[in-house]
């Protein structure tokens, strides 16, 4: 089956950095690359996606980029607040079969 | 909100107890998914149902038995847990199975002493 690893397991930086997660993932089939955001005491909430075919996809202060060769994604994101404290998980999967999710980033932005 | 509730927020259980763990979608979603969470691991999954209908059982042990009575309604009754089963366990539907998109609800934390 697959197997996602993700980096770093904890990352902190300042209020207005830029913060950065990778995965890999060992199924080249994998087409569909969720990251999910879970602040203390909720579920993991979606919060941006790419697909195979595309290479990067961004939204306001996030941003995500595949290489379909190297078979990894990451997570950007840009200007830090402190709001963007949480545990961030990357996924991969074959759409329509099961997601198999990384073990999760711990993100600290510091003000 | 995500539109997935889930009841009771946190639960604390005997090894000899029966409880069970209950989720509710209002997105009009046809699939829905238990998962469990463990510190330091990724969540895993458990059970997916889609149309009310179990398709995918990962090896789950027969202590944990879901119930999809309807395409809102997910349970997960529980009897004769160990410690090791605490953990957090997270309900997400998605739209259809096919449909990758999938919303959480913000879990149930179990402990069984």
């Known amino acids: 089956g697959e197997n996602v690893e993700q980096h770093p397991s904890t990352l902190s930086v300042q209020e207005g950095d830029s913060a950065v997660i990778k995965c890999t993932y060992s199924d080249s089939a994998s087409n569909y690359f969720p990251w999910y955001k879970q602040e203390l005491g909720k579920g993991p909430q979606l919060i941006i996606d790419i697909r195979s075919n595309v290479g990067e996809k961004k939204d306001q202060r996030i941003a995500v980029t595949l290489n379909k060769t190297a078979k990894h994604f990451s997570l950007h994101i840009t200007e830090t607040q402190p709001e963007d404290s949480a545990v961030y998980f990357c996924?991969?999967?074959?759409?329509?079969?099961?997601?198999?999710f990384g073990t999760g980033t711990s993100l600290t932005v510091i003000p | 909100e995500t539109g997935v509730t889930q009841t009771p927020r946190h639960l604390v259980m005997g090894m000899t107890n029966k409880k069970s763990l209950k989720c509710e979608q209002h997105?009009?979603?046809?699939?829905m998914y238990w998962y469990k969470q463990s510190a330091k691991k990724p969540l895993e999954l458990m059970f997916v149902y889609s149309l009310e209908e179990r398709v995918e059982n990962n090896s789950v042990p027969s202590r944990f038995s879901p119930e999809c009575p309807n395409s809102s309604h997910l349970f997960l009754h529980l009897h004769t847990l160990q410690p090791e089963d605490s953990a957090l366990y997270l309900c997400?539907?998605?739209?259809?199975?096919?449909?990758?998109?999938?919303?959480f609800g913000q879990g149930t934390r179990l402990t069984v002493v």
């Open positions: 997400a539907s998605s739209q259809e199975r096919e449909r990758a998109e999938a919303f």
């Open positions: 996924a991969a999967s074959v759409t329509g079969n099961q997601f198999y």
């Open positions: 997105l009009g979603h046809n699939a």
